[in-house]
């Protein structure tokens, strides 16, 4: 079995035009920033979510003692 091959030229990018060039280069767009908070608003916040986890946590320790509270009794 002979398999023929065809020579070929290797594949090159054409250099481009300049209709494709762009004429401005092209900068990054940065939005505006935003007023930043203070170290105590971010402390409050998060003193604020804490409580709001500790509260939750006490109401699910609360339900589990009772629900334990009424199993040991019906024993």
């Known amino acids: 079995m002979v398999i023929l091959m065809e020579m070929v030229e290797p594949y090159t990018k054409a250099p481009p035009t300049p209709a494709s060039t762009p004429v401005h280069p092209t900068t990054s767009i940065i939005p505006p920033r ?4 203070s170290v105590a608003e971010l402390l409050a916040e998060e003193a604020l979510q804490e409580q709001r986890r ?3 946590s006490e109401a699910k320790t609360d339900r589990f003692l009772e629900l ?3 199993m040991v009794n019906k024993l």
């Not at 935003?34 to 908070?37: A, V």
Request: a positive charge; proline letters at 0%.
């Open 68 to 70: 334990f509270e009424r």
């Open 34 to 37: 935003r007023r930043s908070k």
């Open 54 to 56: 500790h509260e939750e």
